[in-house]
């Protein structure tokens, strides 16, 4: 009870703090009162599958329009997920690999591997679930949106923590139009590199159908230097045939893509639309972007002349139709995607310490005093198709009724090669394939009812059958031979959601909800010979986990629209949840049910307009997420223990000033975020700590009718911001994390052209 009084003395603090800085701000201009009303822009969401004000929804919804993504520079996930309370990222934490090494956390609910229906956090291309480690360039996006707390009832499984959709333009059959980009900047310790794009938007039968194109390339150069020719491991040495060296720009990063998308509205079906959609990424990197020891090193030190990379290649293609008569719309959509990546790391030193062991087989390679190159490749291939049919209702009543269908399959293998050091027969040491199936089928409905104008009422659920199949096949004489272990899963998860609102006026609301998650249980792969010691008696399986969330949120329009403000406090409890605990022998990763943890946290946000031209958002967040009780025999986890990698305190802020002048209208634009300190058990049971960080970028021009130019610097201070531990593919070195850190201080030039009404 007393918590429960603190959060609400906490919200209560929020709103306060809110209006007082929206007085002071306003007071501080003696010509306001006197200059017409300058309203703040009203952002319509989607976020409970129907379009409604982002001011109107009983949920804690952060949304960002296109227009804001552009004018900061937005181009990538990192780039924006900074500005979202209670939202935080983090590389290693649900899979391996630095293409897939992404997770992300909403309101500390920690997620899992995303290929086996692990995450917690699920991540949307319009109306089609992809895999949360994504990185889709922000390209001619209408807006993101981030739904906080379990979305489960209208987004599935995967969004026990909250749901990040990003949202497409559409074509437009009336007008021709397009805009290209070009950057070009330097980046510290890197050097050059550039951003070029263009979107191109076609009538082809006016008012019916149109096409719209857009791609983009872009270079990014690496910031670490590799020195090899030295010994890392005591009482080993260099072979003779491995000179002293050195390479630069180590992890630079290639990307290229781009969509294509068609709407079709034909004039004889009034209300029909049919939008096919096709998006191509690929990225490659030469050396892996990590920094060894501690996030400020950037110089890697190897024994041999290894190299390491990357690579990335996605498809998505998706159509949807949609039917809209008067009282709703029917909407059917598909989508496929298709994703191979590979992460080739140096595991030379990994063999040295761990496999140059007299106790090992007789080998053919003498690892006594030498090393040995052992490049190690991994491949993660991974097919899906959705489908959703849905109906949302315009009836003129008080009832408003969404309800659906939904069918998913998912397809993923992962490859693992360790070719060296192979033994006097030739056989290699290991190389392992997990094919891993899974299936969703559901059926949601979510009810809303008004039975007097200011109270609105919400009840919605989703029933699901899912189920798996998963194999782990192994081989090599690390394995002790060949190994088959072959699973089958299925459950059945009922996820409720309950909302309820009450508009005090048209510009003052409160909610409150109440909403289960659930994840499906599993088995896990059996562990090599080599670390079977290590693992746990229970490792063999475990089961499902699940949670119950409880907001109570207010959002408020102030001083003639000038000031928007979306203030929430929530409790979450999280029962049998599942964490990844890491070997630390041989570095096999397993999941365990580490018992219950709470989350308890609180948001605000804060849009102001203060004078005519001049753009504020503050964003704050602090979320106290921490392991409650442990099961018996859980030597991994301690009560008290914070949940990995989430922060106490995240915030933002947002400034844009334009100045119209006779020559054009100049702007300034800066953005100050702050990330507060963590503790990551990535790889380490016993917590490693991630300093906090704060991150600056600023951002200046003039705009010329169409034609925009403008001076930038991202992370003007360059700071070291700590992204994560990477769990690596082959052993971590004792003493030796590798960190994923952010992109240093970069000053750059851009030029934005736009085409209009061609």
Known sequence: ?????????????????????????????????????????????????????????????????????????DEHFSDYARTIPNLSFNTG????????????????????????????????????????????????????????????????????????????????????????????????HGGAG??????????????????????YNSYKPGIFTREYGIATSPGYTVPASQPLGQETHVGSDTESGGMLKLAYTPAFLPGLTVTPMSIYQSSRGNGLPLAD??????????????????????????????????????????????????????????????FGSSALPPLSETLATTYLASPT?????????????????????????????????????????????????????????????????????????TPIQPVELSAGAREAQLSYTHAYIANGWGNGGPS????????????????????????????????????????NSPPPPLCAAEAPANAESYDSDSLWSYEVGSKNTLFEGRLKTRAAVYRINWTDFQQTVVLPICDFAIIENAGAATSTGAELEADLSPVRDLLFNLAVGYDDAKITSVPAGAANFV???????????????????????SFGTS??????????????????????VRDPYSLVDLRGGISLGQLEASLFVKNVFDARANLGDEEPETAELAGRPRWMIAQPRTIGIEIRRAFKDL
């Open 484 to 523: 088959d272990d072959f699973t089958y899963h299925e459950e059945h998860a009922l996820t409720p959601r309950f909302t309820a609102s009450y508009k005090i006026t048209d510009d003052a609301m409160l909610y409150t909800s109440a909403a289960k998650g659930y994840r499906i249980g599993g088995a």
């Open 293 to 354: 020891y501690s996030p400020s090193n950037l110089i890697q030190v190897r024994p041999l002349n290894v190299g390491e990379s990357y690579s990335d290649n996605w498809s998505f293609n998706a159509i949807t139709a949609k039917f809209a008569p008067e009282f709703g719309a029917f909407i059917a959509s598909s989508a496929w995607f298709h994703r191979v990546s590979f992460d080739n790391e140096d595991g030379t030193e990994a063999v040295a310490t761990v």
């Open 93 to 188: 934490g649900s899979d391996f690999g630095v293409t897939n090494g992404r997770d992300v956390t909403i309101r500390g609910i920690v997620g899992g591997q995303y290929r086996k229906g692990r995450a917690t956090t699920s991540f949307y291309i319009d109306d089609t679930p992809v895999p949360v480690s994504l990185d889709p360039q922000v390209l001619d996006m209408e807006r993101v949106e981030v739904l906080r707390g379990p979305q489960g009832t209208l987004y599935g499984s995967s969004a026990m923590g909250g749901t990040v959709r990003l949202i497409t333009r559409q074509a437009d059959a009336q007008k021709t139009s397009g805009a290209f980009d070009l950057q070009g900047f330097d980046i510290n």
């Open 377 to 449: 490749p991994s491949w993660i291939y991974l097919s899906t198709f959705t489908e959703e049919v849905r109906f949302e209702s315009a009836f003129k009543g008080p009832f408003q009724l969404v309800a659906g269908g939904y069918y998913d399959y998912s397809s993923s293998s992962t490859v693992q090669r360790e070719y060296t050091p192979y033994d006097s027969t030739g056989a290699p040491f290991f190389w392992e394939q997990v094919p891993h199936d899974g299936k969703e089928i559901a059926g949601f409905a979510d009810v809303t009812y």
């Open 1 to 73: 009870m007393r918590k429960n009084i603190r959060l609400i003395l906490a919200h209560g603090l929020l709103m306060t703090a809110a209006a007082s800085f929206a007085r002071i701000a306003l007071a501080a201009d003696p010509e306001t009162s006197s200059e017409p009303s300058t309203s703040l822009e009203t952002i319509v969401v989607t976020a409970e599958r129907r379009s409604e004000s982002l001011q109107d929804v009983p949920l804690s919804v952060t949304a960002i329009s296109g227009d804001t993504l552009q004018n900061f520079g």
């Open 194 to 215: 550039y951003d070029v794009s263009g979107i191109l938007n076609l009538p082809l039968v006016t008012n019916e159908l149109a096409l719209k194109v857009s791609a």
């Open 639 to 661: 009560v008290g223990q914070p949940l990995s990698g989430v922060p106490k305190w995240n915030a933002s802020l947002l400034g844009d000033y334009s100045l119209p002048t």
């Open 667 to 688: 702007f300034v634009r800066a953005q100050y975020s702050f990330n507060g300190r963590s503790i990551s058990y990535n790889n380490d049971p016993s917590g490693r």
